[in-house]
Each structure stands twice: as C-alpha cells, then as structure tokens.
C-alpha cells in the first residue's frame, strides 16, 4: 500500500471525518461519483459499527494495487479496526436485517454489497477488523 | 448545527443544506416534529438534492420522521435524491418504499398537492 | 550469445533456411494456414527466417523493435499465432540437428542453452505481442459496447423511454443504472419506460438488475414501467417465480406511452 491514512473514530465526529477522508481519498484515486456515493457509505458504516460497539477504534483508508489479467488495476482500501468486544457470530452479523441497535439491518451486509472484496476477522473479547476494497473500473 | 425549517402555508419546506451527522440528523427529527404540532402543517418536503451520502442510520432516521409525521397528520415527500445516493442505498438493499418521492421541491409540492387534494 | 555460436549460425545460414523451409511445410498442414495464398505464405517464411536469423548481430532493443514491426504487419491480417510457434519450434529442431552433427559433446550443453534461450525470448516476445493485441482488441468492444448500451430518450415532456438491447450482466446493469438516473435528473422525468424487447433472455439475475433500477427510479422520484414483454419472457418471468408485482409492466411500449400519459395529465386527442 503506497500511503494510508487513518482516522480515529470515538466520538460521532470521528464518523464524520472518516468519511471525509474517505471521500478526498476516492476522488483523488479516479472514482466516479457514483463509487463515491458507495466508499463514503461503507466508510459511515463501518465507522458507525466502531462507535455503536466498541467505542474506540481507527478506519485506516489508502490506496491498493493489484496485477490483473489486464494489467495494473487500481483500488481504494478501508481497514476498520477495533479492540471492542469482538463478534462471535459473524454469519448472522453478514445476514439481511440481523441488527442488536435497532438500525435497518443493512450495515455489515450492506457494506459487503457496495465493495468489491470483503474480509471479516473478530477474536471474542480481543477486537475486529474488516478489511473492503473497492476496485477502479 | 441545525437544519432550518421554513413554513410555506400549511406546508414545511426543508432543504438539508449540511452533511447530515447522527446528532444532526436526530435533532432534525426533534425539530421538525415540534413544528408539525405547532403550526398544524399538512405537508412537508424534505429536499434532499445537496446530500452526498445517506447511510443505513440516516436512511432509518428519514424513514422514521416520516412514519411519524404520518401518524402526526403530515404527508412527507422526499426529493432530490442524487443518483449516486440511490444507487448507494439500493445496494445497500435500502429501499424506503413506504416513502413517496418526487424529482424536485417544485413536483414535490405538485405531488403533496395531488395526494391531499385527492 | 557466444559469437561462436553467431557465426556458426550465420556460416550456415543458407543451409538453415533451405533444411527450415521443407520444414515449415509441414506446418502448412494447419487448417487457418491453408486458406493463405500460396506465393504469400512462402514470401512470409523468407521474411520471418530472415528477421529472426538477423536479431543475431544487432542489439537486443534494435532486434525487439524489428521483430514487433514485423508481427505486428502479422496480427493486423489475421496471421495465426500458432504459425510463429510452430515455425520457431521447427527453427530450433534445425539448428539442434545442425549442430548435434558440427559440434563437440562438451560444448553441446552449453551451445544448446544458448539456443534454447535465444529461441525462447523470440517466442516469449511474439506470445506477448499476440496477447497484448487480443487485449486491446477486447478492451475497443468493450468500449464499443458500453458507447451503445442504453441511451435515454425523451419522447414527451416528463416521459422518456430507455431502450435495453441484448444481453445484460452486472457490469452493464450498472451502467445502465447510472444512465438511467442520470438522464432523469437531466430531462425531469416523471415516468421512464424501460423497453426490454431487444433482451433476449430474462433470467433471475437480469430480473434482479432491472427491479433494482426501477426501485432507485423510484427513489430519485420517478416512475418505471417496463414495457416489451413477449410472451416467452412473461412464462420465465412466472416460471422463475420472479415477482414484478411492485411495479406496472405493458406488453408494448405503446400502451406504456399511454399509461405515461394518464399518469403524467396528459392525453393525445385527434384533430377533427
């Protein structure tokens, strides 16, 4: 990864920034407006999920590459990491209208949907990170 | 911050002009509740058109200002909703369908029109 | 390479071509080579022997460069990959045959190697020169698709139909999403037909792509009618047990101008 910057998220501003940057990050990256729309959401979500459950943690945003059948292709990285509680039941977080905050049920799901690589590891009692990529087409 | 709420007959007209943050977004629903009960308004727009992102919790908040301005007697329409945000919130699977929507303020007004004349 | 090697090639160069032309027949054998003609094919083999046996004596970048002008002349006619190989393959059956006869046992070994490795960057090279253009090819339809996917036409003021033309996957359904909404915002419309009489096959995913665009229609605050459905479509559509309920469907676009028109107040009348 050739730079990365990141943003702690322990208060409801440090959603807010986080999808700042994640937005700066995308734009200068080459993504259109409408794969904007769609980083800044998956950022606000899994900042969001921070904030809900484990209080304290950093959403890291930098920039990937990868070599592809097409040549060097391009993607914008999220890591979401925590030191909260964990999840022990990862297949019912990932599944449609699963929520314990009373939300609609679309955040972790949701934030599968609109990247284009999704990666969950959680340790009971020690933390998560998720990891989601979005290629440039 | 807070997003202002302007009275047009018995009609309230909002346009979120800010980026909505959770604490912004609940005051919002605070606010325009109150203002509902104290001007009797029979319509609201809700004009959507500078908002660059809506995630799942303040797609829940806008859901629910307007399950409750319904129950309050006040047809909400939502509009000016951007593409991008769209296309974000369906894949998503965010679908808001018990929200009527309308292209802009001007056809909004035209819709709360229909549905309270009609 | 070992310029004992360059000369021993280049002293029998004559003998090369000659015993790698009777070779090379037997390439010819091959179905996409028999279709050229005649005087063509062996003039090229003269060219090709020549080019590769003149990558010898000049540098790496300048023999690159002759060898890419000469294949790329190739590729833009059409001229099978499997001819370069098979052509290299029998230039190396050559000079091994030629030198396992001229040479000493000890220097075998090493002389092979060279050979080997000078054989294979040539094919290396045309093996690349090859993939590069299918991929260039591949990426211009790309294009050239994407150019024709899904215009939205206005037809009226706040009715606007978009036509979908032959097979949707994701890529594109994405794309004609963005379209779609863009140029609703653009023209004000309140209700967009979308024509699927040019799809062919609308199967569970394809279903899926078109409901979720009629659902984002909706929230930017327009209204979608699908409109072109033929009969065998309807008995997918059921059999699949997709559910279009939510949204109004019209067999022909015709009759989904005229339900735009009631829901959009306006009606066309006849001039007496």
């Known amino acids: 990864m050739s730079s990365q910057s990141c943003v702690e998220v322990h208060t409801e501003w440090g959603i807010v920034s986080a999808r700042q940057a994640g937005r700066n990050k995308a734009k200068e990256i080459g993504f259109g407006n409408v794969d904007q729309a769609r980083i800044t959401t998956a950022i606000s979500e899994l900042a969001r999920n921070i904030y809900l459950y484990a209080e304290k943690g950093e959403i890291c945003i930098g920039e990937v590459s990868e070599m592809g059948g097409a040549g060097v292709k391009k993607g914008l990285q999220i890591t979401a990491k925590d030191v909260g509680p964990g999840i022990d039941n990862i297949r019912e977080v990932m599944a449609d209208g699963f929520t314990t905050s009373g939300g609609l049920g679309a955040g972790l799901p949701g934030v599968k949907r609109l990247m284009d690589h999704f990666d969950i590891e959680s340790t009971s009692g020690e933390g998560t990170t998720i990891t989601a990529i979005k290629w440039l087409r | ?118 | 390479m070992e310029p004992s090697i360059i000369d021993f090639i280049y002293k029998r160069k004559q003998l090369l071509v000659e015993k790698w032309l009777e070779e090379v027949e037997s390439v010819t054998q091959d179905s996409a080579i028999t279709r050229i003609p005649e005087d063509i094919y062996s003039e090229t083999n003269r060219e090709f022997i020549d080019v590769i046996v003149n990558t010898l004596h000049v540098s790496p970048e300048e023999a690159k460069e002759r060898l890419r002008s000469f294949v790329e002349r190739l590729i833009h006619i059409g001229w099978p990959l499997s001819y370069f190989t098979r052509g290299l393959q029998a230039f190396r059956r050559v000079i091994l045959e030629e030198m396992k006869e001229n040479t000493q046992a000890e220097q075998a070994f090493s002389t092979f190697g060279e050979v080997e490795n000078w054989i294979d960057g040539i094919v290396n090279q045309l093996v690349d020169e090859y993939t590069g253009s299918w991929e260039n090819t591949l990426n211009l339809q790309k294009l050239a698709l994407k150019e024709l996917s899904a215009p939205l036409i206005p037809v009226f003021s706040h009715i606007s139909v978009m036509p979908l033309i032959g097979t949707i996957d994701t890529e594109r359904a994405k794309l004609i999403m963005e379209n779609l909404l863009e140029g609703i915002i653009e023209h004000r419309s309140q209700v967009v037909l979308i024509d699927i009489t040019g799809v062919p096959v609308v199967d569970t995913m394809v279903a899926h792509h078109i409901i979720q665009a009629a659902e984002a229609v909706r929230l930017v605050g327009a209204e979608c009618i699908l409109v072109g459905i033929r009969p065998e479509i309807a008995q997918t559509i059921v059999n699949l047990g997709i559910d279009l309920g939510k949204f109004p469907t019209k067999s022909t676009l015709r009759k989904g101008i005229e339900s735009g028109l009631e829901v959009t107040n306006k009606k066309i009348v006849e001039i007496e």
């Open chain 2, 1 to 118: 911050m807070r997003v202002p709420i302007l009275k047009l007959h018995n009609y309230l007209l909002i346009s979120v002009q800010v980026e909505l943050d959770d604490q912004t977004a609940l005051q919002f629903q605070e606010d325009l509740l109150s203002k509902i009960h104290k001007e009797g308004s029979t319509g609201v727009v809700i004009d959507l058109t500078s908002v660059e992102m809506i995630d799942s919790f303040i797609a829940k908040v806008l859901g629910e200002v307007v399950e409750m301005s319904n129950l309050m007697g006040a047809k909400v329409v939502l509009t000016g909703i951007q593409p991008a945000v769209a296309i974000t919130l369906i894949d998503m699977g965010i679908k808001l369908e018990e929200v009527p929507t309308a292209l802009d303020l001007e056809q909004g007004l035209e819709k709360l029109q229909q549905e309270l004349e009609g």
